[in-house]
């Protein structure tokens, strides 16, 4: 009965992705004067407020329920982006990193949250691996498409040509809201939905503090993220420029990362299959610190760009097999509340280490390159990926 929610969220999340400029972001703001240090500020912004935000609309989603939780998720999103056409000053875009932060807060527990829920409960985390892996997957479509147009509409990244490209941004989280009203709200019990806030939430810390293979895998999560978003957004595009790959090629290359992650997310449990699940998930953690390394060592136009491409496409591989294992340690009433609890410790992860990384780029992007890569393989090996317990119930 609830099945078709799985397509609504995979089409909103399209829309939430749709981004026809974010491949030159950081060189729209660059060209306006601002600094790699204050991009990285306006992004730490958006990750504080994701942070600070995380749990109050968790909770929010619990109490209220998932469905308008996602619609003011696009909702925000789409204000963020509508400010966006006629921001000029450093303030204008605290303002437009604050909505959007709210809005990817709004969503984070929300939609995985529905996705399982909405699920036959025999056999959730089999089902939940696969249902994310095409969520995650059609949200990588959307930057496969997305940078080749609007590579077509900004060209050679003039400012003036971004306003078309962020305007048809705006029209792709309209269809995304209006997606959102056609939701159906999986059934929660009255008993469960009649718990307060402060409930939820103890809930949420007991069972991080109690349950060990959940925090074992929070641990994972938070000291092993690849920073993906800094990459695509923040360091990779400077880094590609600094060795002559021109403003559309850098959309290409992000077009193919996205094509090969749309695959890769897609069928992640399909190496869990060959590899058992430790395995599985020490490939999928290490890799991007390797790849790290690589790139920082790479020059000229090509390797660079296809070592990019490689480290897109599998940087997040194993987002949906965590997802499924941390929805099955979970109770439906209080789901979104402690998702949201973990995407907490994951912004303030990143609220910390993006500026960091942004300064050490300011001399040497290779350097942050490397530093990033030693932390990943460094955190993965204090944490002993290798013995990563079972997650089954």
């Given amino acids: 009965m609830y099945a078709a929610n799985i397509n609504k969220v995979i089409l909103i999340s399209f829309c939430q992705h749709f981004h026809l400029?974010?491949?030159a972001y950081a060189l729209l703001l660059l060209g306006r004067g601002l600094t790699?240090?204050?991009?990285?500020?306006?992004?730490?912004?958006?990750?504080?407020?994701?942070?600070?935000?995380?749990?109050p609309t968790g909770m929010l989603a619990d109490r209220v329920g998932r469905k308008w939780s996602i619609f003011c998720s696009t909702f925000l999103l789409m204000c963020?982006?509508?400010?966006?056409?006629f921001a000029r000053d450093y303030e204008w875009y605290v303002l437009v990193a604050f909505l959007a932060g709210a809005g990817y807060a709004f969503a984070s527990g929300a939609m995985e949250a529905l996705v399982y829920d909405s699920l036959p409960p025999d056999n959730r985390e089999e089902a939940m691996k696969r249902a994310m892996g095409r969520v995650n997957s059609y949200s990588m479509i959307a930057f496969v498409i997305a940078?080749?147009?609007?590579?077509?509409?900004?060209?050679?990244a003039a400012v003036e040509n971004f306003i078309p490209a962020i305007a048809l941004t705006v029209v792709a989280l309209l269809i995304g809201l209006l997606v959102c009203l056609t939701l159906r709200e999986p059934p929660i019990e009255a008993s469960e939905k009649s718990e307060g806030s402060a409930t939820l939430l103890r809930a949420g810390l007991s069972l991080l503090v109690r349950n060990r293979r959940l925090r074992r895998l929070v641990l994972l999560a938070v000291f092993t993220l690849p920073f993906t978003d800094a990459l695509a957004v923040t360091l990779g595009p400077p880094y590609l420029v600094q060795n002559d790959v021109s403003p559309f090629a850098i959309g290409a290359v992000l077009s193919a990362g996205s094509l090969l992650a749309a695959i890769t997310q897609r069928y992640a449990y399909k190496v869990e299959e060959w590899l058992g699940q430790a395995r599985?998930?020490?490939?999928?953690i290490l890799l991007p610190g390797l790849l790290y390394w690589l790139l920082a060592l790479a020059a000229g136009p090509i390797a660079p760009a296809l070592i990019m491409i490689l480290m897109y496409g599998t940087s997040d591989m194993k987002a949906p097999l965590f997802s499924a294992y941390q929805n099955a340690l979970i109770e439906s009433k209080n789901r979104a509340t402690a998702l949201s609890l973990i995407n907490?410790?994951?912004?303030?992860?990143?609220a910390i280490g993006a500026p960091i990384y942004a300064a050490l780029a300011e001399q040497s992007l290779a350097a942050a390159f490397m530093v990033i890569g030693a932390v990943i393989v460094a955190a993965a090996t204090v944490l002993r990926v290798h013995r990563l317990p079972e997650t089954s119930r």
Avoid: N, R, W
């Avoid at 963020?80 to 056409?85: G, K, L, R, S």
């Avoid at 940078?147 to 050679?156: E, K, M, S, T």
């Fill in 344 to 350: 907490m410790f994951v912004s303030l992860f990143v």
């Fill in 36 to 55: 790699l240090v204050q991009i990285s500020l306006i992004e730490s912004i958006l990750i504080g407020t994701i942070f600070l935000m995380e749990v």
């Fill in 147 to 156: 940078p080749i147009v609007g590579g077509l509409i900004i060209g050679d």
């Fill in 80 to 85: 963020a982006e509508f400010i966006f056409i």
């Fill in 21 to 23: 400029y974010i491949h």
């Fill in 280 to 284: 599985a998930i020490a490939l999928l």
